[in-house]
């Protein structure tokens, strides 16, 4: 049973455009993170987030942790074809343990 | 963050071997996890590596088809047993713990024919 569910599966956009990538679940999560992944490589961590209700920034990435802890959010503001990846969420399991999610594969043409 | 060392980055075993992966990190780490992943897909938890004791497996892993060793704080090994073609995958090593965030390996692609 997948604990985490991501939409969209697969997105397509034109560079310069917006996007919102969701990350949901039934269960309460202590911390959540979100990751990218290239081909050939590992996930690499892009945040994670702890508090109920918490936004955080990275450049053009803005992350939110819903306020029960069992969603987030990914928006990308202005998207570039260097933000091209597949995006993952992961739910806090225990002391640095995570469930990670369907993921999102994302593809930014120029 | 931590920086690993994962070998090797491919193989290609014929079905009824055995591969052990190996993982290196360069500097002390508290926790150690090995992943299974489908190309373009999810993540999916095997095992948690212990310092100097027995692996914890998820449901549906066991130590007799994925043994993992962890002798120090910076290495670990996974072995795939007695392959079959539905054990082609990406394996995938991370490390955790205090100052040093949550790094990943750059994985293992292993196809079985």
């Known amino acids: 049973t997948q604990l985490l569910e991501q939409s969209p599966q697969f997105l397509s956009i034109q560079e310069g455009e917006n996007l919102t990538v969701y990350c949901n679940s039934s269960?309460?999560?202590?911390?959540l993170q979100w990751y990218r992944q290239e081909p050939g490589e590992g996930p690499v961590l892009l945040v994670t987030?702890?508090?109920?209700?918490e936004v955080k920034k990275l450049k053009r990435l803005t992350f939110q942790f819903g306020d029960a802890r069992k969603d987030s959010s990914l928006h990308i503001t202005a998207a570039q074809p260097g933000d091209t990846g597949l995006y993952l969420c992961?739910?806090?399991?225990?002391?640095?343990?995570?469930?990670f999610g369907t993921g999102t594969r994302l593809k930014v043409l120029a | 963050s931590a920086v690993i060392s994962q070998k090797p980055s491919r193989d290609i075993c014929q079905r009824g071997t055995s591969l052990t992966i190996q993982c290196q990190v360069d500097s002390q780490v508290t926790m150690m996890f090995w992943y299974r992943q489908q190309p373009g897909q999810s993540l999916t938890l095997i095992a948690t590596a212990n310092q100097g004791s027995e692996a914890t497996y998820e449901s549906g892993f066991v130590i007799d088809k994925f043994p993992i060793s962890r002798p120090n704080l910076t290495f670990s090994t996974l072995t795939v047993s007695n392959m079959s073609p539905e054990d082609s995958s990406i394996y995938l090593c991370s490390a955790a713990g205090g100052d040093y965030g949550y790094t990943f390996g750059s994985g293992t692609r292993l196809t079985v024919v």
């Open positions: 987030v702890v508090t109920g209700g």
């Open positions: 992961a739910g806090a399991r225990g002391t640095y343990k995570y469930i």
């Open positions: 269960s309460v999560f202590s911390s």
